[in-house]
């Protein structure tokens, strides 16, 4: 299982280790003397991007995407959720939830 974020690594990785996650990919930003400068390392993993490296992880690990699940909330997951077998939109913005009814993806509304 991995955690696949645009969001700062520093908020994803506490997230990744306590759910047990095998990995995760998320934004890095350079610091410097203990400060962040602001600019971005390596990549935002956004949108077609996020497809990108999912492929990229299943083609070197031999994963059936045509197996898996993936959750997205935005519709820029859209590219992630559509190479996948069991797309789900969580909580999705307006323009995913028209995309997933079109699509018959998965549909939940989770809340605390």
């Known amino acids: 299982m991995y955690i696949i974020s645009a969001a700062l690594d520093y908020i994803v990785e506490p997230f990744s280790k306590s759910l047990g996650f095998d990995n995760y990919f998320a934004t890095t930003l350079e610091a410097k003397n203990g400060i962040d400068t602001g600019n971005i390392l390596g990549t ?14 299943a083609q070197q690990e031999q994963i059936d995407l045509a197996n898996s699940y993936a959750y997205g909330d935005h519709y820029g997951d859209r590219y992630m959720l559509d190479i996948t077998g069991n797309p789900t939109a969580v909580n999705p913005d307006k323009k995913l939830y028209c995309l997933a009814k079109q699509k018959g993806w998965n549909i939940v ?3 605390l």
């Not at 935002?44 to 992880?57: E, F, N, S």
């Open 109 to 111: 509304n989770w809340s």
């Open 44 to 57: 935002i993993y956004y949108g077609k991007a996020k497809g990108d490296l999912i492929k990229q992880i």
